[in-house]
């Protein structure tokens, strides 16, 4: 059974960082990509970062880029967010999700419908 597990989101400032985890189990890690995707209160859901299974091909939104890090250690089961420079229009709920296909699909942004599983979600609140 395929599972997907965040965690790591929270409340932080404007200017602030956080690191967000992704555990997934169910799978070999390594024949799938896995993307970042956030969700803010009324809006589509916009994907952040891929990684390729093989960690080859790493794939960055427009609004993501310069400000996000997205790495994978595939014998923790482990895809890591690391975002800085948080904005309030990062604020949402943060997904991390796998497909069929071992790359990413383009553009990150708009690749949600591509996407079978999911995790439940960590919340992400950029506020003063």
């Known amino acids: 059974q395929v599972q997907l597990v965040e965690s790591g989101g929270g409340l932080v400032q404007p200017g602030g960082s956080l690191r967000l985890s992704c555990v997934f189990a169910?799978?070999?890690?390594?024949?799938?990509?896995i993307t970042w995707f956030r969700q803010a209160p009324g809006k589509e859901r916009e994907g952040v970062a891929c990684i390729s299974g093989s960690t080859e091909i790493i794939e960055y939104a427009p609004s993501a880029k310069g400000r996000a890090t997205i790495s994978r250690d595939n014998a923790k089961n482990t895809v890591i967010l690391q975002m800085d420079d948080l904005k309030p229009e990062d604020t949402g709920v943060y997904y991390c999700?796998?497909?069929?296909?071992?790359?990413?699909?383009?553009?990150?942004?708009?690749?949600?419908?591509?996407?079978?599983?999911w995790g439940q979600g960590t919340q992400v609140d950029v506020s003063s």
């Open positions: 169910g799978f070999t890690s390594d024949d799938y990509a």
């Open positions: 999700a796998r497909g069929t296909f071992r790359g990413c699909v383009r553009p990150v942004a708009r690749s949600a419908a591509r996407y079978d599983y």
